[in-house]
């Protein structure tokens, strides 16, 4: 009832919608960004079906409050997931669409069965 | 290179994650875990592509703590959740698997296209 | 080395910044802005020294997005928030000061032992 | 109406209540515990009347699920926090007692002001 790519899909929306709210609100500037960025990508790395995640965080977005930081915002993240199941493997991303943080299904592609096998 | 129905899954998956990672950790107890179950249906409700959403929240997981309440844990939810795009539908739940809080994809489906048209 | 109203104070503190970094990043609308508030007040009210707790939510900064709706987002909380510990009591909130979400300990007070006891 | 050293366990407060709401639900494991811990150490002393801050987090409560990772949990901190503001001093901290993330105020003291001026 459910394909391999369908899954890899599935996985991938799963990893997005996660990181997102779990760490948005988090205190970030730019001097910071770089620890948050490979911390969020060490963690979604633990994940099942994670294949590979690439976590770049806006600094130009970052502009500080009256007590100099900023908090993490969905407008900062772009995001670039790739998820594998079986033979499936889908890539999807995060990333800023004028004022919207959005979450794309770029593609998903399966290799095919060995002919010999 | 993406089908209606991988892309159902994608936002199944969405909703899952982003559902659990905003959640987990509210204080909750069994006399407000009604009100907690219909303010996370309505906010993931409002997302797009959600055409279903029902949460139950498992009270006889609720023990109290030293100060008489508990935090809302991954294995509390049970959640069942249908997505449509276009003629694609998936259903997906969340719910406990021994010691997991296993998200599952269930089912995708399509409408078939009306042959007189 | 510690004054109960330190303490109030304290709990005062540890409830604001709880409850601001559990619910930022959910999804709101003025529709379901309410039941939002309620859950965040009853699961804040759960929590140790918690005397009461009022939550407005501004929905005129609900601008809904491409999808039609928004997120929680600090500057939309209005919170009045009263602890109390042993005989003392503090009050605090959180609110909107030009662009920055404001949490500020307003008053902290003790009532006077009983001078016949 | 408020002291110096109730606005710094009011600080000390907010910054406790903020981490563990921000971050618990994190996937971890104890591979990737360190780069969590410097990201959370560096994101709250951002925030304002922050002097010092140390997150630790037990390795031994990370048992991994079916997947190989666990969640960060509030059992699995071990915070010490020192807030400033004016004079006034305080000393709080998250860990374990039992099976309660407990936050504690610890001390508050004050600089005398210099007899001099």
Redesign the interface.
Known sequence: ???D???A?????????????????????PA?AE??E??IE???A???AVEKVKVSLDRTLMSP?????S?LA?LMFDVELVTRLGRAR?T?TLSR????PL?S?????ETPADPHH
Chains 1, 2, 3, 4 share one sequence.
């Not at 929306?13 to 500037?29: D, F, T």
């Not at 669409?97 to 919207?100: G, I, K, M, V």
């Open positions: 009832m459910v394909t790519r369908e899954r899909a599935f996985e991938a929306g799963i990893k997005l919608g996660a990181l997102y709210h779990q760490w948005v609100g988090a205190p970030v500037s910071t620890t948050l490979r911390a060490r963690s979604v633990l994940q099942p409050n009256a007590f100099g930081y908090e969905g889908c999807a669409s004028e004022d919207y979450m299904l770029v593609s998903c592609d």
